[in-house]
């Protein structure tokens, strides 16, 4: 009897999270969905983690225990599909496949540089053929430019100066899996992000030798890759920042990743690197950057795609197009890629080391804090120091657990400004852009 019930109720929190917690956390009405966990619920839930759960009566209700979800979304029953792709790991997991997009799970992403077979893949159309010599690859800058040029990357590599710099790439949906209702788009949860080592030169170098007028208010970039239908007039993807992001003298136009030839997958011969903003600002298979007098139209600008609202939003609701902004910085976000949720550990242990990252798009991170009371009480994290600016701060902990049982870990990163981490994601908008709660991992003790 008690188990059926508790399948039912790890079953429940798949199908129907709102009525599972209205089962496990009795029913609550009113302003506050918190409820008490206690008795029945208490007992069946803690049969389903697999262990008492010390810090129960702070649980929140409306929040799906860790053990069973990756933030609010509830997983799938089939699992995870796992990438097989030349050259990468075999616990990516696939978000699409046509186009090929893959995330990296947390817990892959416990390098200090994230290496080329752990990181994320995201496509928007069909991935080039890349026969030829990599140094022939033609690069054109055309537009609000004195002098409209057509580089070669022998060229860009002998005329300007190389430099490497770590850097996180993250794409704009990171996080979209957390919005509830859910978001139009792929569902990341917090792997559609990486931080590697690009060497390139600075676009702001090559850009200046081109001569950029003053007319020049916005970029936009073109790839080889050959739009999804296959249609040669239709663009896979088109965005562009504007002049002063673009100027930035961290934006790199980049052939090697970690030291090696940057892979086809990743753009091969050459890519942009724009940290800190979506990522599709960071065009692959680059062959030209428009500068133009007006903000970029190309494929993947304006609508609803890659903006958020200006003034929020019912989720679910038709949007009005005119309260839409481009997503511009990255919010702040940390995870705990060390243990994995779902870790388990002996009886009698006291005390767990964690390790993370944390980055917050064109800003630092300046502390991440960590509770495992459901955030009654927090300790912060010692923070290492940035190599450059935009690399990510990676972090480690102890905390002393005070009884065998079910734990949930939590992670909060507050950024340079003061801004940070929410429980839950806010802000919905329609293509789910923004959402940074707070990671939390599953960790028994029995
Ligand atoms: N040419 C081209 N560049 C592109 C894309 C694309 O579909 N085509 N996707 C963009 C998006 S949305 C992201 S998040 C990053 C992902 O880079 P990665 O696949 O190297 O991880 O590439 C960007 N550059
Ligand atoms: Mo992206």
Redesign the pocket.
Known sequence: MAGKIERSIDELYRDDPERADAVVFGRRTGPSRRGFLEGAGLAALGAVVGGAIPYAANMPAGLIPAAMAQGSAPPKPSGPVYLNFPGKHDRLVVIGER?LVAETPEHLLDDDTTPIEK???????QIPDQAGEPDKWKLAIDGEVERPMEITLGELKSRFRAVSQRMV?E??GNGRSFFSPQARGNQWTNG?A?CAVWTGVRLADVLKAAGVKSSAVFSGHY?A?PHLSGDAARQ??SRGVPIAKLMDENNLLVWEMNGQPLPL???FPLRLVIPGW???A????LNRIWLRDKPHDGQGMGGTSYRVTINPMVPGDKADPKNFRDLESMPVRSIITSPENGHRLPAGTREIGLRGASWAGDHWVRQVDLSIDYGATWMPAALQPQRNPYDWQRWTARLRLPADGYYEIWARATDSRGVAQPHVAGNWNPQGYGANPMHRVAVLVA
């Open positions: 186009p990181f994320f893949i995201r496509n928007n159309g790439l794409c704009g559609g990486g790839g890759d896979a993807l997958i990743h753009g979506p990522g599709s960071s065009q692959k298979w």
